[in-house]
């Protein structure tokens, strides 16, 4: 069981940035990555950045350069910077755990933060 924490969306005017967070808890030692997706009405939900146990990362083409994935390992926190945000960017953004079980793995979700880029 894997309990994962959202936070840091808001408002903001597009070229502006914000700072998402997300808190990890419970079986964490079990995580084989961690990401971001995001999901605007009428849309499917996509993948915007991972970050393997390993460290690597991974990004959306649309983001790259502009979006940061990191992680603090000693507060199990995974923070997606963005910078340089465009109306487009306005979703509700998912923090994700995959856990390698199952026959396509195990995906643990938090509840979303809101982020709202004005034009």
């Known amino acids: 069981q894997v309990q994962l924490v959202e936070s840091g969306g808001g408002l903001v005017q597009a070229g502006g940035s914000l700072r998402l967070s997300c808190a990890a808890s419970?079986?964490?030692?079990?995580?084989?990555?961690m990401g971001w997706y995001r999901q605007a009405p009428g849309k499917q939900r996509e993948l915007v950045a991972a970050?393997?146990?390993?460290?690597?990362?991974n990004y959306a083409d649309s983001v790259k350069g502009r979006f940061t994935i990191s992680r603090d390992n000693a507060k199990n926190t995974v923070y997606l910077q963005m910078n340089s945000l465009k109306p487009e960017d306005t979703a509700v953004y998912y923090c994700?755990?995959?856990?390698?079980?199952?026959?396509?793995?195990?995906?643990?979700w938090g509840k979303g933060t809101l982020v709202t880029v004005s034009s």
């Open positions: 970050i393997t146990s390993g460290g690597s990362t």
């Open positions: 419970g079986s964490i030692f079990s995580i084989n990555a």
């Open positions: 994700n755990a995959h856990l390698a079980a199952g026959r396509n793995g195990m995906d643990y």
